[in-house]
């Protein structure tokens, strides 16, 4: 029987290293049992790298672990680096002796045999993911080589995007033209800005030149697209969006155009259903030996697709075919390993054009790149990526624009500022306990608001009910009527358990509202009006984890007089609704409250940001940035513990050790 050394105990590890699970553990004394002689020190690294995998990073940077200066590539913010004078102690040689150890582990290895884990300059990946990081960078690497039809005929490009786009631009540069234009001179290309800057009008706009170029080349088909997200929630959302555009965009248009329009996809695929994925296995339907059928697929939202799901998807891409990724760069990354977007997207700021890009960018588009985004040395990828920077959902001077620019850049005094002195838009709660009497904060924050928060959307499940003899129409319109006013308001946390996460929050809540009397007391747990989200998909249902529905009364056919439960969902369409009977959903929560993770893809009219009352690593100026930016009108940011708290999360970054692009 092996003896394992001393410290692979799980209760070791776990007191010196911070959330090691004992999968990791495992992970350690396997490598042990397979390499007894390799140093204590390569299989303590190999363990943590396990470790890391929890936090979303792909890969093991030892250099931030050994030296702090470098620890914001590792995820960690100034704080935490200033509390760290060097390596931990089991790593006192720093990273000479870590690199050194690794050298003599059997279980460590370049990438191209079958050791688990892989060594690459200052980063120790586990080997899937460094495969799969790879195989993004040469597949990126090679659509960005890609030389498109339209890239050789400027003038025909030119006067496509100048029918589309007619109405004056606020300020100079165009950069939704800009952004069509670098699409349509490469393989690959990335749309990225904030909330409400235009990115799903661009790409509408981007595909109907794409369809009336190829028209005018003689394809009679058309280009084959295909547009996909990677959640139920974000794909319902891009489906909404498309269809709002193509509606505005064909209301001026003339017979060129609206052949060209009628030839854009509407229907939006989650992408695991792209991709043809199998209950219960990993595999799926396509791969790289059997490709996609299209020409250009278009997937928004992509902040939240990981590692291995941008393998997946470029695997099952034809050679030819082209790619453009929508999302918003600064937004939370993927739950699973990597931050995709965020790394592609780390010089977009500045956009580092070179000149002969901007040469072309103008002949296509007659748009001039200002020179302070010019630069000489600009790489490939950088030439690809485009920035869209005028926010229509609110002007960057309002509360919410405000607030979301200082969080952005990590600004702590414009944040404390804003909180001293509120400007409209934006409102600040400070409470204690959650279970103080009376709960003010739950008015305060608009929760209970009459006219605005929940008791608003009961209100109207109350008393907009059809009469029971009313036809099915009258209760579809009843039903979008409600599913409106759902997202008019929300709770959002920045967790999900504790007493202000999003369990305890939802009964608290669900409490308050039944004692104010807006829910009854008697009623069960499918009472009229409870919002509730879907956890899981369920493709027989149409619906996806994700997905928000409204409990309603409807006749009963079979009992004459007599009324069942229904939950009610947005259809496919704008004016479609599903009724779904609560015996047949999946998994589903109350959702008074939200987590932030869950809102991404969704907008409000007003947000209650719920912030937890103790430190907490989940708590970065990313998640503020991205449950800020759910509001359209109104944020009201509640501070259980305190404004320092929120200092701190500003201060903090999420920058997850990945490599992908350039390791």
């Known amino acids: 029987m092996i003896e394992f050394p001393a410290w692979l ?10 959330d090691v699970r004992d999968l990791d553990v495992a992970f350690g004394r396997l490598l042990a049992r397979q390499a007894p002689q390799a140093p204590e020190l390569a299989l303590r690294l190999a363990v943590l790298c396990s470790a890391r995998l929890a936090h979303g990073h792909p890969c093991l940077d030892l250099q931030a672990l050994c030296e702090p200066d470098c620890a914001a590539s590792d995820g960690l913010d100034a704080g935490d680096a200033a509390r760290r ?42 080997a899937r993911y460094w ?27 030119r006067a496509w995007l100048d029918a589309v786009f007619t109405a004056p631009v606020a300020a100079a540069p165009d950069w939704q033209k800009i952004a069509c234009a670098t699409a349509l001179l490469h393989g690959f290309a990335i749309v990225t800005g904030g909330p409400g800057t235009g990115k799903t009008t661009t790409v509408v706009r981007l595909l109907a030149v794409l369809q009336g170029l190829a028209r005018e080349r003689g394809l009679a088909r058309g280009l084959r697209i295909r547009l996909a997200a990677p959640t139920g929630k974000a794909a319902a959302r891009l489906n909404e969006s498309i269809a709002g555009a193509l509606e505005r965009l064909a209301g001026s248009a003339d017979a060129d155009l609206a052949a060209a329009l009628a030839r854009v996809p509407a229907e ?16 799926l339907k396509f791969h790289a030996g059997n490709p996609l059928d299209l020409d250009l697929l278009v997937v928004d939202e992509a902040s939240m697709m990981d590692i291995e799901m941008m ?32 790394e592609l997207c780390e010089r977009a700021e500045d956009g580092h054009y070179t000149p002969a890009q901007c040469r072309r960018l103008l002949a296509c588009s007659g748009e001039a790149v200002p020179d302070a985004w010019q630069d000489p040395g600009g790489t490939a ?10 926010s229509h959902r609110f002007q960057a001077d309002s509360g919410i624009g405000r607030f979301a620019v200082a969080v952005n850049r990590g600004d702590v005094q414009a944040v404390a500022g804003l909180l001293r002195h509120p400007p409209d838009g934006l409102s600040l709660v400070r409470t204690g306990s959650p279970a103080a009497p009376g709960d003010a904060w739950l008015r305060d924050s608009g929760v209970l608001d009459a006219a605005a928060g929940y008791p608003a959307l009961l209100r109207a499940v109350r008393d907009g009910r059809p009469d029971l003899q009313a036809p099915p129409s009258q209760w579809d319109r009843w039903a979008r009527e409600v599913l409106v006013q759902q997202t008019r308001f929300q709770v959002l946390c920045a967790l999900r358990d504790g007493p202000w996460g999003a369990r305890g929050l939802n009964q608290r809540i669900e409490s308050r509202l039944r004692a104010e009397g807006w829910i009854p007391v008697a009623e069960d747990a499918w009472y009229p009006g409870r919002p509730v989200l879907v956890l899981r998909n369920h493709a027989a249902l149409g619906l996806a984890n994700g997905d928000i529905g409204v409990v309603l009364p409807v006749p009963d056919p079979e009992r004459k007089g007599d009324w069942m439960m229904r939950v009610a969902f947005a259809g496919a369409t704008r004016d479609a609704v599903r009724w779904v009977s609560p015996a047949r959903l999946p998994e589903v929560e109350t959702v008074y409250a939200l987590t932030v993770h869950k809102s991404q893809g969704s907008e409000f009219d007003r947000v209650a940001l719920v912030l937890p009352d ?24 509640v501070l259980p513990g305190g404004d320092a708290l929120l200092e701190e999360a500003v201060r903090r970054r999420t920058r997850r050790a990945g490599g992908i692009w350039s390791p």
């Open 311 to 342: 393998d997946a998807v470029l695997a099952a891409l034809p050679a030819h075919a082209r790619l453009v990724l929508l999302g918003d760069k600064d937004q939370l990354a993927s739950v699973e390993a990597g931050a995709v977007l965020g």
């Open 614 to 637: 103790n430190p907490s690593p989940l708590l970065t100026r990313e998640l503020l940035y991205t449950g800020a930016t759910r509001a359209r009108h109104a944020l009201a940011l």
């Open 9 to 18: 105990a799980f209760e070791s590890i776990a007191s010196s290293e911070d």
């Open 85 to 126: 004078t060097g390596p931990p102690d089991w790593a006192e040689g720093g990273l000479d002796a870590c690199l050194a150890a690794l050298a003599e582990a059997d279980f460590v290895g370049p990438g191209e045999g079958p050791q688990p884990l892989v060594l690459h300059g200052h980063r120790l990946y586990l």
């Open 381 to 390: 990828l950088d030439q690809a990526v485009v920035m869209l920077r005028h």
């Open 268 to 283: 939006v695929l989650t992408l695991h259903r792209l991709l043809g994925s199998r209950p219960d296995t990993r595999r």
């Open 131 to 157: 495969r799969a990081g790879r195989r993004i960078r040469e597949d990126l690497g090679r659509r960005l080589e890609l030389e498109p039809p339209e890239a050789h005929d400027p003038a025909r490009v």
